[in-house]
């Protein structure tokens, strides 16, 4: 099945300054790859998400690349700001390919720490 | 702003119980999922619900564990008989319907479950 491998875990940057977190998967028929933000006591919320036609998509100060080649896809933060502390998950799908009903598959995540 | 509600936030039960979990998925939502966190691990996906029946499940989704739609509105999850290590933040999660299973998936804020 699918593995979803997310580094780092931990990352401390100043306010300001820019973040970067990096996933990789296993199986090539993954098509979809959203990124959450979970706050302490609180679900997953979607923050930015990317299909395999797409190499990049941004939002502001958030963009997600993906490389469907090397199979890795990453999280680029800019002017990072102290409430974008939190935990980030990467995740995969393959949507409705080879009978997946779109379940997703969750990197270990990364605590992201923003220092004023 | 729609959003998928859970009850309760806190469970408590002792080992061998049974605990049911409930989660009001958004309302035009069509499908329906279940994950748990452990503490401090990945998001866990359990099983996904469509046209009133399971779509999907993993390996941890074992006979322990039902899910249902009783009426309109709710999805409840159902632990029979609960082990120290079923201990874990459980989601809900629901989405749309369309896009090929490449949508974005809401999450409920969790029911935190914890086997004595």
């Known amino acids: 099945g699918e593995n979803v491998e997310q580094h780092p875990s931990t990352l401390s940057v100043q306010e300001g300054d820019s973040a970067v977190i990096k996933c990789t998967y296993s199986d090539s028929a993954s098509n979809y790859f959203p990124w959450y933000k979970q706050e302490l006591g609180k679900g997953p919320q979607l923050i930015i998400d990317i299909r395999s036609n797409v190499g990049e998509k941004k939002d502001q100060r958030i963009a997600v690349t993906l490389n469907k080649t090397a199979k890795h896809f990453s999280l680029h933060i800019t002017e990072t700001q102290p409430e974008d502390s939190a935990v980030y998950f990467c995740?995969?799908?393959?949507?409705?390919?080879?009978?997946?009903?779109?379940?997703?598959?969750f990197g270990k995540g990364t605590k992201l720490s923003v220092k004023p | 702003e729609p959003e998928v509600t859970q009850t309760p936030s806190h469970q408590v039960t002792q080992m061998g119980q049974e605990v049911i979990l409930r989660c009001v998925p958004i309302?035009?939502?069509?499908?329906f999922y279940w994950y748990r966190q452990i503490l401090g691990q990945k998001v866990e996906f359990l099983v996904s619900?469509?046209?009133?029946?399971?779509?999907?499940k993993s390996e941890i989704f074992d006979d322990q564990f039902s899910v249902e739609r009783p009426d309109g509105s709710n999805f409840t999850l159902k632990i029979r008989s609960t082990k120290l290590e079923d201990s874990a933040m459980y989601f809900c999660?629901?989405?749309?319907?369309?896009?090929?299973?490449?949508?974005?998936?809401?999450f409920g804020p969790g029911t935190r479950l914890l086997v004595l």
């Open positions: 619900f469509y046209n009133n029946e399971i779509s999907e």
């Open positions: 309302s035009n939502h069509l499908y």
């Open positions: 995740a995969a799908s393959k949507g409705f390919s080879g009978g997946s009903q779109g379940n997703l598959i």
């Open positions: 999660a629901s989405r749309v319907g369309t896009g090929q299973g490449m949508e974005t998936q809401y």
